[in-house]
């Protein structure tokens, strides 16, 4: 059953317009990233780490999450439109596979996503001029970028879920975004959902280790995930059967 909801997802996104978003979206960090690290190379002497820094600091705090937003509005934007939840509540479907099959769809295109940032960083790196090695850290700072970009989908669902509009949900990533400034800065990184994308990427601290210990970065996405499943499941359960 689930891959029957699984492939409902995948058609959702035939021709979809949301693959723009995926393919422009990262350019505009990049480029701003690049940009600002080219105009203060007298400060930013560490190459690629510092390049890593200046991509990062745009990626992570406002534009990726807001393209997860986008992802995951999208999801759920059919359900919203003519009372559509209440042909898919009637579907002989577990509702938790509803949840998953979305979380999936949206965690792969977070996995594409994260592919193409890093092939926007090397590109700009190539393009700075830069004649140090790639950094060999960059597939481990994507991978972890992949659990927090996941942990951010698994909340953003749960928005869309429960408010029925597109842009809404959109505009708390960003703002959600935004304010892992001020988690990170506070020493709550690990705490802060959003902020667990920064720690993944090591956007502050691209050449060291994690501002928080592996553990404490998996046992938190963890929750995260574990709370909005259980979330999710229980408002298809008693809310959407209802409301519509």
Not at 178 to 199: D, E, F, N, R, T
Not at 209 to 218: H, N
Request: contains cysteine; charged residues 10%; hydrophobic residues 50%.
């Amino acid at each position: 059953m689930f891959f029957r909801t699984l492939r409902a997802e995948r058609m959702k996104l035939r021709h979809s317009p949301v693959w723009l978003a995926f393919l422009i979206l990262p350019v505009l960090p990049a480029v701003m990233g690049t940009f600002n690290y080219l105009q203060n190379t007298g400060i930013l002497q560490d190459q690629w780490y510092s390049l890593w820094t200046q991509h990062t600091l745009f990626t992570c705090y406002f534009f990726l999450p807001a393209i997860i937003g986008v992802y995951c509005s999208y999801l759920c934007r059919l359900e919203h439109t003519n009372q559509n939840w209440n042909a898919v509540m009637t579907v002989p479907v577990p509702v938790s596979h509803i949840y998953l099959s979305k979380l999936f769809v949206a965690s792969v295109m977070v996995i594409f996503t994260q592919a193409w940032i890093g092939a926007l960083f090397v590109i700009s790196g190539k393009f700075s001029g830069l004649a140090a090695p790639i950094p060999p850290e960059l597939p481990e700072w994507l991978l972890y970028g992949v659990v927090g970009g996941i942990v951010i989908c698994a909340l953003q669902l749960c928005i869309s879920l429960v408010i029925r509009s597109f842009a809404v949900p959109v505009g708390i990533a960003l703002i959600g975004g935004v304010a892992g400034i001020a988690a990170l800065s506070k020493g709550y990184g690990a705490l802060y959902p959003y902020s667990l994308l920064c720690l993944g990427m090591r956007a502050n601290s691209p050449g060291g280790p994690m501002q928080c210990s592996i553990e404490q970065f998996a046992l938190s996405s963890l929750f995260y995930l574990a709370v909005c499943i259980v979330f999710a499941v229980l408002w298809l359960k008693k809310r959407d059967v209802v409301a519509g």
